[in-house]
């Protein structure tokens, strides 16, 4: 018989849906039941796409015997950290303060109010790998709360108490100076790997919010150690295994400190600020290649991860097949490549991706991650043959064994619309639409912004009340899309989502996004503000008309990266572009607080608090401002908002302003409109504007050198 998780609409739970554990879903009812029946709950946080999650799915949550010890000892809880990052983040907290990591799944005992006294990641069932076996473990666990039950709520109320107090965020009298960024910087650019690229050794995560300071920084002060630890990382990336050579987009992380051997899971966070990164790492050098792995992830996304009959960002793609797989699906046993290939074909594909002696796969030594080992031209050399022919054999392999992997049966794909995820998404995609004059990239970007705002959006009520009672609850953008029922509120979802109806707003200089940016940010201030002036990562119980729920009552202001944008981050972001766009000074006045409570501590954190860091650089040398005065269906006006969309310089703000449908304010340093005049741009620092440019060329040339301050 299915558990209760056979109803849920979160595909994690449903996976867990035929085990023998009498399962809860995340709600009152298991904290009650634990409470009558003096049991801790076993709480089990995971991810659909996670391995570790599967393994011990299978091996002790689908075992009779581990099964009958949860049923009798315990009160079982499943969480999809996807579904509920809310509660994840609260619980890795915990667990990390016990054991000194966290990760998925995560393994919790907890007691009837929800605090944490034991936790620990993955255990085997029986002792292995320097693991307590799972059976042990919950024995023990059990007669631990069963004969020493007030000490257990003792420690667990001291680890709650120390966790409240670090999650209470107090503003700092320290000045926000440029020393701070100066600082972080410094210790970004010492944990960078000179061999490999990337920051830190084994395992090693994509850092993108470091990669875009970085550009920021080499484009402001020509920092040729910044623009070199860019290159050198998205170059070890892409020619690595964990960029998906045959298919396109970035696995979620490298096992090995060389980018070879991926933990195979794609996830649309990861590859929508990869994508940023390679398309402003394009932009920024012109270096083709890093046009082409761009072009890759496009490719992917839409092709797996792209809803397009209704629009809107899938959330990732599996790393195995099934259970009893580790990668296969993306890896190659020799002969295998042989059977898809000519002879002409294997040889050069063997030299250029690796296909040789013993493979990458530990579990497995037969079968080879795909990497790029040799450039075309050292495999010409090795065979004796032109390169250009060799070039083409590479590019035939290439499309074989695409064809000959797509007869398999692929990883699941997680359908599920995050609202956050598909902020981010969306925001890459106009960056790349932007860079490359791609329309059709664009309009993949707008129809998901279209579907977002259609299914996850719940607007302000119109009225103050009326006779059927009070207003709805305000609660911004839900956190899936086409469930009305789902967790709303989340900072996350906000701020990312204003980020892309700002980029949307630049990019076709429709009000209605502009207008929908800054109702998104007016809730953020209104509801997740904490007293201090920085954002808690949810709306607070008495605006979303929720109680806090048992044992989150824990506050948390996001200041690192984990590994997306942090959410105090991005909200700073958004708030300062929108201080540029229409003129209203109490947005930066309150970017200003939230870096006053975050930043001084949070750049302390260095390369997990990159995002931070960056958005502090911005606001403390704001961008340029280019604004497009002019008619919006004048082609004029056109050629000149496409000129200024297309130029690179990090965190410019493009605004198209029509004197006759007026969306945002001119910056007072601008000359009165004067209907009818020609159309122009002006190009504006923070403290004044360039002569207006009326050619692409001159608009080109403008925005890149206008404000620049002489280095060296």
Known sequence: MPNRLSAATSPYLRSAAHQPVDWYPWSDEPFARAKAENKPILLDIGAVWCHWCHVIDRESYDNPEIARIINEQFVAVKVDRDERPDIDVRYQSAVSAITGQGGWPLTAALTSEGKVFFGGTYFPPDNAMGRPGFRQVLLAVAEFYRTKREQAHAYADELFQTLHRLGAARASEEALTPQLVESAVSDIERQFDPQNGGFGGAPKFPHTGALELLLRRHDRIADPQALAIVMRTLEKMARGGVYDQLGGGFHRYSV???????????????????????????????????????????????????????????????????????????????????????????????????????????????????????????????????????????????????????????????STIYTGWNGMMISAFLEAARAFDRLDIRATALCALDRIVRDAYQPPPREPGGADGPPPARRGFRHVASAPGGVAGLLDDQVWMARALVDAFEQTGDPRHLALAEETMAYVIRECLAPWGAFYDTAQPASTGDRSPLGLGVPYVPTQDSPTPAGNAVAVLVLDRLALITGDARYREAAERVLRVCAPAGTAHGLFAASLIHALDLHLEPPLHAVVVGPRGDPRVGALHRAALAVYRPGTVVHLYDPTASAGQLPPEIPPVVGGSAPRVFACSATACAPPADTPEAVRETILAFGRVSVG
Do not use: C
């Open 256 to 414: 090995d400190a060389s980018w070879i051997v991926p933990h195979f899971e794609k996830m649309i966070y990861d590859n929508a600020e990869l994508l940023r990164n390679y398309v402003h790492a394009y932009q920024a050098t012109g270096n083709a290649f890093f046009r082409e792995i761009a072009e890759g992830v496009v490719g992917y996304v839409t092709g797996t991860l792209t809803d397009s009959i209704r629009g809107g960002f899938y959330a990732s793609q599996d790393a195995d097949q099934s259970l009893d797989d580790d990668g296969e699906y993306y890896t190659w046993a020799p002969e295998e490549a042989a059977v898809a290939l000519s002879p002409e074909e294997f040889a050069a594909a063997s030299q250029a991706y690796h296909l040789e002696g013993q493979g990458e796969m530990h579990h497995d030594p037969r079968r080879h991650v795909l990497f790029i080992d040799k450039s075309p031209d050292v495999v010409a050399a090795l065979l004796g043959r032109p390169a250009a022919a060799v070039q083409d054999l590479i590019a035939g392999a290439k499309q074989r064994l695409l064809a000959a992997r797509s007869a398999r049966p692929a990883p699941f794909v997680d």
